[in-house]
């Protein structure tokens, strides 16, 4: 079974450009998580989508990031401009929603900004 | 404020050598708590679901227990492909998860 899939696995880009992370989640799930890892805080849910629409967003830390999800199979997030204190590691999770209920992720984007 | 508190941050076993790893949480409504196992340079890969005190779930060598106020995973005779960092996570509310700060187990053979 294809699990999450997430695009690129790495970008290096330099401060102030836009960045762009994509996310296929696995087919049949309604629920689309991105989250934010890295040594200091460990990991951070940044917005939750429930069949395609934004439920939860206050993880997300500026008006610098936006996240779309225009149908089931595909969302992206988007960082503009970049900072280097962006650095980190993107994840996208999905999962078939409600509680006690699973969420499986892909295996990121390691986002470098110089 | 909901906290999720693993320990120890590092723990280096003997391939064989049994040992645990705990978890420990202060939330205002516990919905579930998972654990999950992280290799390097790849995502969170989902191990267990507990969903009440004194539930225990296995897998391998791999034991997970529930009590109100923490969980532990057991690692019996761990091998070497059990070197990973394990998240224990809990679910604050229908959706949310909130993560420890993980336990990097290293086993040598």
């Known amino acids: 079974d294809a699990g999450v899939i997430q695009s690129p696995r790495h970008e290096v880009t330099e401060m102030g450009q836009e960045v762009t992370l994509r996310c296929k989640p696995i087919s049949g799930h309604n629920s689309l998580f991105w989250y934010r890892q890295t040594m200091m805080r460990g990991l951070e849910l940044l917005i939750y989508?429930?069949?395609?629409?934004?439920?939860?967003d206050s993880g997300m830390p500026e008006d610098r990031f936006s996240a779309k999800m225009p149908n089931a199979s595909f969302s992206t997030l988007k960082i503009q401009p970049s900072e280097p204190r962006d650095s980190a590691v993107y994840f996208c999770?999905?999962?078939?929603?409600?509680?006690?209920?699973?969420?499986?992720f892909g295996d990121g984007t390691r986002l470098s900004i110089l | 404020e909901d906290q999720v508190t693993q320990s120890p941050e590092a723990l280096r076993l003997q391939e064989g050598e049994s040992s645990s790893l705990n978890c420990s949480y202060t939330v205002s409504g516990l919905r579930g708590l998972f654990w999950y196992r992280q290799d390097p340079g790849k995502g969170p890969e989902f191990l267990f679901t507990l969903y009440s005190a004194g539930e225990e779930k296995e897998k391998e060598r791999l034991k997970a227990t529930l009590t109100k106020k923490e969980s532990f995973l057991h690692i019996t005779a761990p091998k070497p492909e059990d070197s990973a960092t394990y998240l224990c996570a809990v679910q604050v509310n229908d959706y949310k998860l909130s993560f420890g700060a993980g336990t990097t187990v290293t086993v040598r053979a």
């Open positions: 989508f429930n069949n395609n629409v934004p439920i939860d």
């Open positions: 999770a999905s999962g078939s929603g409600g509680v006690f209920q699973p969420q499986h």
